[in-house]
């Protein structure tokens, strides 16, 4: 096992190449274009139908 050393929480290393709940955060964000902005942004998925 292996301790995550930016969340301390514990992930088995054979399974994970990298912590699994700090890459959760990566999974749950999308990349989105802001037409207001005219830049692309990553946002909470649950944001993203506020930008299509
Ligand atoms: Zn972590």
């Known amino acids: 096992m292996q301790m995550c050393g930016q969340c301390n ?22 990349i989105v274009f802001d037409k207001n902005d005219g830049t692309a942004k990553s946002v909470p998925q649950e944001d993203a139908q506020l930008y299509e």
């Open 9 to 30: 929480k514990v992930y088995d290393e054979s399974e994970y190449a990298k912590c699994p709940f700090c890459s959760k955060e990566e999974y749950t964000h999308v």
